[in-house]
């Protein structure tokens, strides 16, 4: 059993900034690639930004610049940092790993509100 928990979610003013952490507990091995996905009222569920246990990284282009994921593997976590926030980025936001040899696991999903 593999559970992901998420925290930092809240409202923020336009411009002003937030971490998320996601921590993974449970039976687990190795974790291939950690991401933020986001889903505004609406809309499909979007990726926000990935990163593998390689390094690499993929960001939304809309987040581009303004936020920042990283990884500590030793305590199977993963943050975002979300700087200049605006309302477009208003969503509930879900972390996702990706487990070697367990598969894909989602988190419950942290609200984030910006007011202008």
């Known amino acids: 059993q593999v559970q992901l928990v998420e925290s930092g979610g809240g409202l923020v003013q336009a411009g002003g900034s937030l971490r998320l952490s996601c921590t993974a507990s449970g039976s687990i091995f190795s974790i291939y690639t950690m991401g933020w996905y986001r889903q505004a009222p609406g809309k499909q569920r979007e990726l926000v930004a990935t990163?593998?246990?390689?390094?690499?990284?993929n960001y939304a282009d809309s987040v581009k610049g303004r936020f920042t994921i990283s990884r500590d593997n030793a305590k199977n976590t993963v943050y975002l940092q979300m700087n200049s926030l605006n309302p477009e980025d208003t969503a509930v936001y879900y972390c996702?790993?990706?487990?070697?040899?367990?598969?894909?696991?989602w988190g419950q999903g942290t609200q984030v509100t910006v007011s202008s």
């Open positions: 990163l593998t246990n390689r390094g690499g990284t």
């Open positions: 996702k790993m990706i487990l070697v040899a367990r598969g894909d696991y």
